[in-house]
């Protein structure tokens, strides 16, 4: 098989597959299997720190640009983690409740 994937693309997969889960955790996606915006810190939390867990047990063995790569995927997300942790309640309440209202419904035929 000529089209073989490396260990590098692997590698920077696996982060960008942890940077979208962390992104949906966070409400800045909609999550794919529900198409809803949901926000869970805690969640979102325990993935950035997976990521630098990871940066830390590879340190030394990545080339430059999976460093990199892996650097800033952690600072973005640490400062999105923040920016959600410090908006107004106000802000996160109305942004639930948009997410949830129910489509507004068409009124039946009457006969």
Do not use: H
């Not at 490396?6 to 966070?26: C, E």
């Not at 030394?60 to 942790?85: A, M, P, Q, W």
Request: proline residues 5%; hydrophobic residues 30%.
């Amino acid at each position: 098989m000529t089209d073989t994937i490396t260990s590098g693309q692997l590698f920077m997969g696996l982060v960008y597959s942890l940077t979208q889960s962390a992104f949906i955790s966070l409400g800045k996606l909609p999550d794919p299997m529900t198409g809803n915006i949901d926000r869970n810190l805690p969640q979102a939390s325990q993935t950035i720190d997976l990521l630098a867990a990871l940066q830390e047990k590879t340190k030394g063995n990545l080339d430059e640009e999976e460093d990199k790569f892996l650097s800033r995927t952690i600072s973005d997300l640490r400062l999105n983690y923040v920016d959600e942790v410090n908006k107004p309640v106000e802000e996160k309440e109305e942004k639930k409740e948009d997410n949830d209202a129910p489509a507004e419904e068409k009124p039946e035929d009457a006969e």
